[in-house]
């Protein structure tokens, strides 16, 4: 049992989180189609389901947490033909690119990243079993297709009108003939110079709903708690899973499913200085820190929409020179007193608002406010010097603890320091002890050339980031 409430898609209700099994929060997110570099609206659903596992275990639940990789599609299968590659050397070229992006926002590697090529195995047997079950058919070029008309609940999770179904976009891309327009593919017959299997159900290769069905069940079972996505994956991707493995298992596919909203890019500005904004190897090539874009890409409620834009990063930077600010002050302190009474209850009053908000459907605008709060709390407690050592050491672990979930505070004091900006940060110190104010200067004018701004204090020499939105 736990705090957490969640909202769930399919029946609208807010609903405290339970692992179905007593232990284990299973969790499943639609992960990246490698073929091409990710975009950052992908990466926002993305690190809305890395918060949501930090959270879980921050919150002492144990979590499972599998990601999918799409790597046998449409457009994988047209990637690797024009640049005379097999699919499986175009996927693992913008798998490991996914993979390093995602290093460098911070995301928690997934405990599984199962690749849909290989699960051929489970795929067949669960289509086996829709095609004896009644709900699927072959048609004659051997593809086979799932039959809506079996599955009387279809389209409950993206609240359709049963008359008005539309066709989804991928399944309006199949050349293949079926019964019912808004039947979609299980199973695609081979096609010539496409990849394809030999398997027990005949000749071709995997649709893409099914993978996800497929995946998620063979990794965390036929029922797990939480399905992710973003909300342009509700109809017809998870109406899909749900309709294909519940027909399959005759057991609830998913307990509660959570959706990203769109994430807008409300800045024309951007676009036009640096042409396509969207990819976030572009943006970190053109100077952008990764702790900024993860930043603006988490501080909004996941189902609200998120503008992303030169003035969110802007704020994003400012709300972490902040944060930056206060760790170097707090790592710098030193007073030798007794330790400040109220410390502690302000520290664990901190906590428990972040975690209150968090609670409360992931509520992370409410969350960061209680970081700030706390934030405000001990530079008034720095500036007062009310606290000890002692003190000030303890607010930094609660600070680092909040981050376990943030995952944005720079990581330890030599943080992206190279060893040029260490020497002259030391030759600075050494200047300043033998007086060489001259010296003293033009090595702080230095420093500011390589991005880093260094300020005097009565606990000796601090240094921090400039915050740039753009380098160069
Ligand atoms: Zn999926």
Redesign the pocket.
């Known amino acids: 049992m736990s705090d957490v409430r969640l909202q769930d898609t399919l029946s609208g209700e807010t609903r405290p989180l339970v692992p179905l099994d007593g232990r284990t929060v299973r969790i499943y997110s639609?992960?990246p189609t490698v073929y091409g570099p990710a975009h950052i609206g992908n990466f926002r659903s993305f690190l809305f389901a890395d918060l949501l596992v930090r959270y879980l275990r921050w919150r002492g639940l144990e979590v499972r947490w599998v990601m999918?990789v799409?790597d046998v599609d449409d457009k994988i299968i047209k990637g690797a033909a024009a640049a005379g590659e097999t699919i499986g050397e175009l996927s693992d070229r913008y798998l490991a690119r996914f993979l390093a992006d995602a290093d460098t926002l911070r995301m928690t590697r997934p405990d599984v990243l199962p690749r849909a090529t290989d699960h051929i195995e489970e795929i067949v047997t669960l289509i086996q079993t829709l095609l004896e079950g009644e709900h699927a058919y072959r048609t004659d070029d051997g593809s086979i297709f799932f039959r809506i008309a079996s599955w009387p609940s279809y389209g409950r999770l993206a609240r359709l009108d049963p008359d008005q179904l539309r066709i989804g976009e991928r399944v309006e891309a199949d050349e293949y003939a079926k019964d019912d327009v808004r039947d979609f593919a299980l199973w695609k017959a081979p096609k010539p110079d496409e990849p394809s299997w030999t398997t027990r159900i005949g000749e071709g290769r995997p649709g893409?709903?099914i993978?996800?069905s497929a995946m998620s069940m063979a990794h965390l079972g036929q029922s797990f708690d939480i399905h992710t996505?973003g909300v342009d994956?509700i109809f017809p991707?998870?109406e899909d899973?749900i309709a294909q493995s519940e027909a399959a298992t005759g057991q609830p596919f998913v307990r509660t499913w959570l959706h990203c909203a769109h994430l807008r890019s409300s800045g024309s500005k951007m676009a036009k200085s640096t042409g396509n904004i969207a990819r976030v190897g572009d943006l970190l090539e053109a100077g952008v820190s990764p702790r900024a874009l993860r930043y603006a890409l988490l501080a909004v409620h996941y189902r609200a929409g998120l503008d992303y834009s030169d003035e969110s990063l802007a704020a994003a930077g400012a709300a972490l020179t902040r944060l930056d600010t206060l760790v170097l002050a707090l790592e710098a302190y030193r007073e030798d007193r007794p330790d400040d009474p109220e410390l502690q209850a302000a520290l664990e009053g901190g906590r428990q608002a972040f975690g209150a908000a968090l609670d409360d459907d992931l509520n992370i605008s409410a969350a960061l406010g209680a970081v700030f709060d706390l934030v405000r709390d001990l530079n008034r407690r720095i500036e007062a010097r009310s606290m000890s050592t002692d003190d000030a050491a303890r607010a930094l672990d609660a600070l680092r603890d909040l981050d376990r979930v943030l995952g944005v505070l720079p990581e330890g004091t030599a943080d992206g320091l190279d060893d040029e900006v260490q020497q002259l940060l030391d030759e600075r110190a050494a200047a300043r002890t033998a007086r060489d104010w001259a010296a003293s200067d033009r090595l702080r004018d230095t420093l500011a050339d390589r991005g880093v701004a260094v300020e005097d204090t009565r606990d000796g020499q601090r240094w921090r980031r400039i915050p740039q939105v753009t380098r160069g």
Do not use: F, K, S
């Open positions: 639609c992960g999918n799409t893409w709903h993978e996800c996505g994956l991707h998870h899973e």
